[in-house]
C-alpha cells in the first residue's frame, strides 16, 4: 500500500531488477497507474476491495500515510492509523500473516546524549508526526488478532528523503561550530529494497518493532560529497540534533547486514543506481 510515495516508487524500481528476486508485489494507490502489478483503491473507502486484493498475499506493507510535507493540519496524521487498522483487518479477513508497517524514527524524539536509538528504549516524540506514529504503532499491535504486525522504524531513505531525493543540485547544508554536519542513519534505496525481501521471506517469528536502516550513521557532509555536490555552509540552527543513530543489531540478527553498506559511497552508489541522481 502506497505505490505513489517516494519510497513506494524507489521500491518498485529495485524489486523490478535483480533485489526484488523473490518478491512479487501488487501496488496499491488511490490513482489509477499503468501496469499489470498496479491496483487503484481507496483502501479506507473500499475495505471489501482491500481484502480481495489481500487474498494470497504473503504480507501487506503498509507505505501510505500522511508525511509533514503532506499534512495540511496535525489532525491529518490520523491517516496514518487508519491505514493501518485497515490493513490489519483486510490482512485477518484474507488470511495474510503478516502486515508490515512503515513507523519513523521520529518516534524516539531527541536521543539521549551520544546514545544509540533502541527499540526497548524511550519513545518520547517530540513533534505531531513522531506522536502519530507511536500512536499508529500502538493501535495496531491492539487491534492484531492472528496477523503479525512489524513497525518498521525505517531511518533516512536515500531517494526519498530532503537531501538527496531532489537530486542533483546546489544544497546549504547546516553546519554546527565544531565544522561537522548532522549525521544520520541511512540506507539505500536497493539495500531496503533487499532487507524488506529478506524479512518478507523470514521463515521464523518477526519482533513487533524493528529499526531499519544500513548500519551506523553518515555525515549528510559526507553524503554530498560523495554525490559530487558541493557543501555550502550555513549555521545550523539551534535546537538541531547533531546525531540520530538507530541501533540495528536486532534487524542484523534476522537478514545479513553489511556495514559498508551504511559508507557514504555505498549509499551514493546504491541511489545513483536506481535514479541516475535524479528526483523520483
Known sequence: MGATGRVGRLLSRAWAGAAGQGVAPLWQGRRP???QDRLALDPLADPEGLVRAAG???AILVLAGVTPATAAHPGDYRANTELALAAIAAAERAGVPRVFLASSVAVYGAPGQGGMLREDGPAEPVSDYGRAKLEMEDAAQAASRTAGVIALRIGNVAGADQLLGPGRRDVRLDIFPDGTAPRRSYIGPGTLARVLSDLLHHPGPLPECLNL?????VSMADLLRAAGMPVRARPAPAGLIP????DVSRLAGLVPLAPGDGSPEAIVRDWDTLTGGQAI
Open 213 to 217: 536502516s544500513a548500519p551506523g550513521a
Open 33 to 35: 497507474c499503468p501496469g
Open 243 to 246: 546525531a540520530v543513530e538507530l
Open 56 to 58: 494470497g498475499m504473503g
